[in-house]
């Protein structure tokens, strides 16, 4: 096997793809050109919609096809095709969930424009495909070949894009983590207890839309507006007629996942140094090889009412356009709403027959259906699934569900399984939102498509070359009959079904608020009891508290003071943290070295400042870290103390009760208190870092044991040294942490390196957008040992960014090759 190892890395520029020149494209009506910047990113130019959207497929098959092959089998549930009989079970669940059905009526649900537009898109990945053999396509291919010589990649489908969708959306999560979370811990410790892991919103942290003062209506379903003539005539242009529109049957998708959120601000001319708006974005999401996104920029040339697009920004791979990003005149960023669009529900089944479950005193059929899954050295393998009218049933084959016993919160009957609603299992539109989105004009024209953005539910930040600001909350809030969805509901009692969906103009919005400026971090949209019905599991607002802080501070801004708000690396919990570290009796040297330290850094000029070269901070984490196990000891295996901003705010009580009983040790038989366990935390503290990096503090580094891991999805988690080591990529110089605006997101119970990080960072400036910068990690290509495989990387991770030029002679100012696509002759 190391054979073939080494020999597929003596070809690894086989698949390097052809950047400079002239390539035949099959299928283009005219010429389009493709000007890569010195960053690797493309600028694509071509004469209608159709040729640019086929060109768009077709450079990013040449940049990322085996990342995009990949995840169409893993959202479609087909990666034991790939691997083995090892991904039966993941298979297994995710042909549960459907989301491969789910996308063929998506696609039928699509405007004709946006379907003629997909279709454009998989005939340019297929041109690139045409011809090619798999290693001339990606490396990844090659050490595929070694278990798998057989495989062959299938032509890119449109469907493949709309699944790959439902597996971002999965990605993102939703509130099933914390819904099971409250239910298992209610098993073992007392509901006073679990009530205190899950605060009340801190006073005084700022919500999104302070304004907001309005409370839930008695739903009605209601029309969006309509777009603007400049939309109409871009669906029209094609002889085809689409009306975005909103109504009460579209369904929407969920974002939840354990510390992770993202943030976005947006600040009008009259903080600015332009005079007009400045929009900052950077989602957080797992760090991984090739990045989640690829920058692109989209034009044509020349824009008229049948090519009107012209955008830059960041896609995801596998699908067309721009998702977040500007079109010279609008721009805006996402953030998720971490609305609870998910539930669980137990359901009691017959004793004697699997396929009856009860409803209201009545037994119902499942309704099921079977699959065949094929697997790749081995026979197919025959599934059937079932589903109540809540959604698949998931226990069995989805391991935290069956964690549910009984003496908790939740009733479990016996027999009983456990079904899935979800918003994102039903039909969506979301990349009809997308395309709205970028051909809108103004403010009401993007609330238009914003409408229709069924993705997650997201918070939307716009700003304007007009010199206006906004905040849209979107995506479809289900109506719960009882219940609040924190915990699995009772599936045999109808009262707890879905009622419906909460109406598009009933979730928060703003328009030029008062403030001039708009700050969505996770944390709750309005005053939390206000929007309860929106979800419960919000962040707890110490990132936005501190952008406020940090936009305060630094007015007038421009795009570099936007950008070094996005990297500031404070640590909110230090400050109240550190002076209770400071405060305890000191039993040995070793606790006292580490107090000096903690309080020296407080002192110092950057304080709490969680800097990649800092001893103190990697002090401040190792203790924040052995703080958290000692204190929550009791909570079982699978649910530890991760951090992140909801036990800031629940450590950050405990500190005001020294007694409190979850000081108490678990596994001791005395009983000890705050002090104790501060000085047992920094005594523990100081022993892992002595053992990680040496007894020496001055040579201890936040960065090298805060590493930022970006792993390939596939092969970069294989078992095998070799292959790992030709696709992982590491950084021992990353800053921030979790809770943190720099949210390098880490989990207090398995280690140091990075969970989750800020995928990409972005300043858009309206006034001039050739100034905006942005910036990815670990690069833009796909391809291992490509020059732009890993070079963003160290500029990510020391806050750099780089420009993000718009105009064409800006863009050929920064090239670094040029490829005309051409139609087959």
């Not at 959202?75 to 691997?83: H, P, Q, S």
């Not at 045409?130 to 798998?148: D, K, M, P, V």
């Not at 890993?790 to 090239?815: K, N, Q, Y």
Request: aromatic letters at 10%; one cysteine or more; hydrophobic letters at 40%.
């Amino acid at each position: 096997m190391v054979l073939v190892a080494v020999a597929a890395l003596l070809v690894v520029r086989r698949s390097f793809p052809q950047v400079d020149g002239d390539l035949v494209a099959p299928g283009l009506t005219a010429e389009a050109t493709v000007i890569r910047d010195r960053h690797g990113t493309p600028h694509i130019y071509a004469s209608t919609f159709e040729d640019l959207m086929m060109a768009q497929g077709f450079v990013q098959a040449q940049d990322r096809f085996w990342q995009m092959d990949f995840y169409r089998h893993v959202a479609t549930g087909r990666t034991a095709e790939l691997f083995g009989e090892a991904q039966l079970e993941a298979d297994i669940f995710l042909r549960t969930l459907g989301w491969e059905q789910v996308a063929a009526r998506e696609y039928q649900a699509l405007s004709p424009l946006m379907q003629t537009l997909l279709d454009a898109y998989a005939q340019g990945v297929n041109a690139y495909l045409g011809g090619r053999g798999e290693w001339e396509i990606s490396l990844e291919y090659a050490f595929l070949g070694i278990q798998n010589p057989d495989y062959r990649p299938a032509p890119w489908k449109p469907t493949d894009t709309l699944a790959f969708l439902k597996l971002m959306a999965w990605d993102l999560r939703t509130n099933i983590v914390s819904e099971l979370e409250r239910a298992v811990l209610s098993q073992t410790i007392p509901a006073e207890q679990v009530a205190q892991l899950w605060p009340e919103y801190p006073e005084g942290h700022p919500v999104i839309v302070p304004e907001w003062d309005i409370p839930p209506p008695s739903p009605q379903p209601t029309g969006a507006p309509l777009p603007s003539p400049r939309v109409r005539e871009a669906f029209n242009a094609l002889g085809e007629a689409a009306v975005l529109t909103v109504g009460a049957d579209r369904v929407g998708l969920v974002q939840d996942n354990r510390g992770r959120g993202s943030n976005s601000w947006v600040v009008s001319g009259r903080h600015t140094v332009s005079g007009t708006p400045l929009l900052a974005n950077d989602p957080h999401l797992g760090g991984q090889t090739p990045s989640i996104w690829h920058r692109v920029g989209l034009h044509c040339r020349p824009v008229s009412a049948s090519c009107p697009l012209e955008a830059a920004g960041f896609s995801l791979p596998g699908t067309p356009l721009v998702t977040v990003g500007h079109n010279g005149f609008l721009a805006w960023g996402f953030t998720s709403l971490l609305g609870d669009v998910s539930d669980l529900f137990i359901e009691r089944v017959h004793p004697e027959d699997p396929l009856l479950y009860e409803v209201d005193g009545k037994w119902r059929p499942m309704s099921t259906r079977t699959e065949v899954i094929k697997v790749a050295g081995a026979d197919p393998v025959g599934i059937t699934i079932r589903e109540t009218h809540h959604g698949p049933v998931i226990s069995g084959i989805y391991e935290p569900v069956d964690e549910l016993g009984r003496g908790g919160a939740v009733e479990i009957p016996d027999p009983h399984a456990v079904s899935l609603a979800w918003t994102a299992l039903r039909t969506t539109r979301n990349l009809d939102a997308v395309l709205g989105m970028l051909l809108a004009d103004d403010w009401q024209e993007f609330r238009a498509a914003a409408a229709l953005f069924d993705m997650a539910p997201l918070n939307m930040v716009y700003a304007d070359a007009d010199g206006n600001i906004g905040y849209q909350a979107t995506g479809l809030i289900p109506i719960r009959g009882a219940g609040d969805g924190r915990y699995p509901a009772p599936g045999w009692e109808s009262r707890y079904d879905w009622q419906g969906f909460w109406p598009f103009e009933t979730l928060p919005w703003s328009f030029n608020p008062p403030s001039g400026m708009v700050v969505a971090a996770n944390q709750p949209l309005a005053r939390p009891d206000l929007v309860r019905h929106i979800g419960s599991d919000f962040d707890y607002g110490y990132r936005a508290r501190r952008i406020h802080e940090l936009l305060a501070d630094a007015l007038p801004l421009d795009t570099a003071g936007m950008s070094a708000i996005q990297f500031d690396n404070q640590d909110p919990s230090a400050a109240f943290l550190v002076p209770a570290l400071a405060a305890v009796a000191a039993r040995n040297e070793n606790v006292a070295v580490m107090q000096e330290l903690l309080t020296g850094w407080m002192r110092g000029e950057r304080p709490g400042q969680m800097d990649s070269d800092g001893a103190a901070a990697a002090a401040y984490a190792a203790t924040w870290r052995h703080l958290l196990a000692l204190t929550f000891d009791e909570l079982p295996e699978g649910h530890e103390a991760y951090g992140g901003s909801r036990y800031m705010e629940v450590v950050k009580a405990l500190l005001e009760s020294p007694e409190d009983p979850w000081w108490d040790r678990a596994e001791t038989e005395a009983r000890e208190t705050r002090d104790l366990v501060l000085h047992q935390a920094l005594d523990a503290a100081h022993a892992e870092l002595v053992e990680l990096m040496g007894d020496d503090p001055e040579r201890w580094r936040w960065g090298d044991i805060h590493t930022g891991v970006f792993n390939n999805a596939s092969l970069g988690e294989s078992g095998v040294s070799l292959i790992e080591s030709v696709f992982n990529r590491r950084s021992n110089n990353v800053s921030g942490g979790s809770g943190i605006v720099n949210a390098t997101q880490w989990i207090a119970s398995e280690g140091y390196q990075t969970d989750g990080l800020p995928s990409f960072r972005m300043v858009i400036d309206l006034g001039d957008p050739d100034a905006s910068l942005s910036i990815h990690a670990p690069g833009q290509s796909g391809h291992a040992y490509h020059p732009h495989y890993d070079d963003l990387l160290e500029p990510w991770a020391a806050g750099e960014m780089h420009p993000f030029p718009w105009d064409r002679d800006a863009v050929e100012s920064l090239a670094e090759s040029t490829l005309v696509l051409r139609p087959a002759p």
